[in-house]
T-cell receptor, first 110, second 115 residues
Framework: RKEVEQDPGPFNVPEGATVAFNCTYSNSASQSFFWYRQDCRKEPKLLMSVYSSGNEDGRFTAQLNRASQYISLLIRDSKLSDSATYLCVVNEAAGNKLTFGGGTRVLVKP | EAQVTQNPRYLITVTGKKLTVTCSQNMNHEYMSWYRQDPGLGLRQIYYSMNVEVTDKGDVPEGYKVSRKEKRNFPLILESPSPNQTSLYFC??????????????FGEGSRLTVL
């Protein structure tokens, strides 16, 4: 079993719709969690950190469920520019190791 | 401007010809890391460094070497490249001191083809 797993998609989303997807992690001792965005052939960039109580940044909402060991990302009112691959990143407790999920591809269409 | 700079951005080489991909960061970050990204396999860590003269293997270190003689630089060395090292490579850095968010900053990537 992979340490961090994501549905690769693609999620085909009509413009203006809401899309949500999850990321599961296997290490219960994992301490911090992030969502990164990667555009085709470009470097990943931090979208948002994920806090225990959940957090929102504009149209993006991130949630953490420690009991079931997953994090989620919800995008409201999808824009064409939201088309990208979203990478889940988990920071394990020891050694500051960051583990990346394989990414979820989102395609927003007019 | 805070940045991580990799060179070269694109390289085509032949099997066995030693090459070095340079990486430099201007944020005084302690941590630096190299990743490779392949279709279907995601980002995999090759080597990382917690500080000067401290390096450790990641998940896929075979065929690679690194060094961290200075805080800002973390070159990736392929002593004898093989076709299975054809990939997109990313260097990244992050800071751990007070005030740092822990965000990982990536270079723009180096696309390497080994024939």
């Amino acid at each position: 079993r992979k340490e961090v797993e994501q549905d690769p998609g693609p999620f085909n989303v009509p413009e203006g719709a809401t899309v949500a997807f999850n990321c599961t992690y296997s290490n219960s001792a994992s301490q911090s969690f992030f969502w990164y965005r990667q555009d085709c052939r470009k470097e990943p960039k931090l979208l948002m950190s994920v806090y225990s109580s959940g957090n929102e940044d504009g149209r993006f909402t991130a949630q953490l469920n420690r009991a079931s060991q997953y994090i989620s990302l919800l995008i409201r009112d999808s824009k064409l520019s939201d088309s990208a691959t979203y990478l889940c990143v988990v920071n394990e407790a020891a050694g500051n190791k960051l583990t990346f999920g394989g990414g979820t591809r989102v395609l927003v269409k007019p | 401007e805070a940045q991580v700079t990799q060179n070269p951005r694109y390289l085509i080489t032949v099997t066995g010809k030693k090459l070095t991909v340079t990486c430099s960061q201007n944020m005084n970050h302690e941590y630096m890391s190299w990743y490779r990204q392949d279709p279907g396999l995601g980002l995999r860590q090759i080597y990382y460094s917690m500080n000067v003269e401290v390096t450790d293997k990641g998940d896929v270190p075979e065929g690679y070497k690194v060094s961290r003689k200075e805080k800002r630089n973390f070159p990736l060395i392929l002593e004898s490249p093989s076709p299975n090292q054809t990939s997109l490579y990313f260097c990244a850095s992050r800071g751990f001191r007070r005030g740092n968010t822990g965000e990982l900053f990536f270079g723009e990537g180096s696309r390497l083809t080994v024939l």
